[in-house]
C-alpha cells in the first residue's frame, strides 16, 4: 500500500518560521524514524488549486493569509493553526518634486498598483491598496480620494536582488516615468536611492496593529481539514518543532537573520532593513490582537470584492493544536533536563 504524503509548503518571498525549523533539521529529525508516512517540504508561491486529489489531501502551508482566506472563501476544507505578525517597513514613496510631503497631498494623485490580470486572486493588489488605505486613512481620506492606476506586475525571479528590490526598482521606474504619483514599495539599504525620494508614510507608524496589517505582515500556517482529521498527532508535533525553532531564533537573532536572508535570497542587511525583531515576528500565536487583524483582513478583502464569499472566521480557527504543542513542547523541555 502507498504511504500518504504530506505536502508542506512555505512561501518563497516572506521570512517563515518553517524557512527555520527546515534550515535548523527540526523537521526531519522529527520524522526521520516515522515508516507510515512521508513528507514533501517545498518553497512555492500562491497556487490557485481549490480541488484537491486524494494524493494531495494532507497538506500544511506556512504563508501570508491572504491566499488562505481567499481558498477558505470558495469552500477550501482548512483550518488556521497559527498566526505571526512580522513587524516591518511598508512605506509609499514619491519624488521629491512631486510635491507629495504627507498622506495629505495624496489626495487626487496617481498611485501604482502592481497587479497580475491572470491571477484569479491578486495577491500584490491586496496587498498595496491595504498600505495605501493606512496612509489616507492618517490623514481622513480613503480609497476614494486616490487615482488607481493598475501596472503590470514584474516576474519575482525577473530581476536580481529578491523580491523585495524587485518592487522597489519598478516602483522607482513608475515614478521616473511619470506613469504614478506614488508607490507602495520599501526602500532597500542603499543610501543611493534616498536622495530621490520622500517617505510619504510608513506602515509601521500606524498606532494600532489592524490599521498596520496587511497581506505581508500577517503570515499564517494552515492546515487541511483531512490531515487534521487523519493525522491529528502529525500536526502537533510539527507545530511543536516549531515552537522550538521560534526559541532558538529568540536566541540567535543574527543566525536567524542570515538564515532566512539565505533562504529568500537576499541580502542579511536588506532583510534587517525591511523587517523588526524577526525571531518574534515569525512566532506562531493565536492571541486576540492576532486575530483581530485576520477578520480585518477578511473584511478588507470582502469590502474590495478581492473576495467575493464570506465565512465565519471563528469556526475557521483551530486553537487547540497551538495549545497541544506547547504542552507537549513543555513535556520535552522537562524531559532534556532531566536527562
Known amino acids: 500500500m502507498t504511504r500518504p504524503v504530506i505536502h508542506y509548503t512555505r512561501c518563497p518571498s516572506v521570512p517563515t518560521v518553517t524557512a527555520l525549523a527546515q534550515a535548523q533539521g527540526l523537521l526531519e529529525e522529527e520524522f526521520r524514524n516515522d515508516a507510515d508516512v512521508d513528507f514533501e517540504f517545498s518553497s512555492v508561491g500562491f497556487s490557485p488549486k481549490l480541488d484537491y486529489a486524494p494524493a494531495d489531501r494532507l497538506w500544511l502551508r506556512n504563508a501570508g493569509h491572504a491566499p488562505a482566506v481567499w481558498k477558505r472563501s470558495l469552500g477550501v ?136 496589517v496587511h497581506p505581508s505582515v500577517l503570515r499564517g500556517l494552515v492546515v487541511s481539514q483531512a490531515l487534521l482529521d487523519e493525522r491529528r498527532d502529525l500536526v502537533v508535533r510539527i507545530v511543536e518543532r516549531l515552537i522550538e525553532a521560534s526559541e532558538r531564533a529568540a536566541r540567535a537573532p543574527l543566525d536567524a537573520l542570515r538564515t532566512l536572508a539565505g533562504d529568500l535570497g537576499q541580502a542579511p542587511e536588506t532583510l534587517a532593513a525591511v523587517y523588526e525583531n524577526i525571531p518574534q515576528g515569525v512566532r506562531l500565536d493565536l492571541n486576540d490582537d492576532y486575530v483581530a487583524s485576520l477578520a480585518t483582513q477578511k473584511e478588507f478583502l470582502l469590502r474590495h470584492r478581492l473576495i467575493e464569499h464570506d465565512f465565519d472566521l471563528e469556526s475557521w480557527i483551530d486553537y487547540s493544536i497551538l495549545a497541544d504543542a506547547t504542552v507537549l513542547h513543555r513535556q520535552r523541555q522537562a524531559l532534556n533536563a532531566e536527562i
Do not use: W
Open 77 to 212: 476544507a482548512c483550518k488556521v493553526v497559527g498566526l505571526a505578525f512580522l513587524e516591518g517597513r511598508y512605506p509609499v514613496l514619491a519624488l521629491h518634486g512631486a510635491g507629495i510631503a504627507s498622506p495629505a497631498d495624496l489626495k487626487g494623485r496617481r498611485v501604482a498598483v502592481f497587479h497580475n490580470p491572470d491571477s484569479p486572486f491578486d495577491l500584490m493588489v491586496a496587498q498595496q491598496l491595504k498600505i495605501y488605505q493606512s496612509a489616507l486613512q492618517s490623514a481622513g481620506l480613503s480609497l476614494n480620494d486616490v487615482e488607481p492606476v493598475y501596472l503590470p506586475r514584474f516576474r519575482p525571479g525577473a530581476a536580481k536582488g529578491g523580491f523585495l528590490l524587485s518592487l522597489f526598482q519598478k516602483g522607482l521606474e513608475a515614478l521616473e516615468a511619470g506613469e504614478v504619483d506614488a508607490v507602495a514599495a520599501s526602500i532597500p539599504p542603499d543610501g543611493g536611492f534616498y536622495p530621490q525620494l520622500n517617505v510619504v508614510y510608513d506602515t509601521r507608524l500606524a498606532p494600532e496593529r489592524i490599521q498596520r
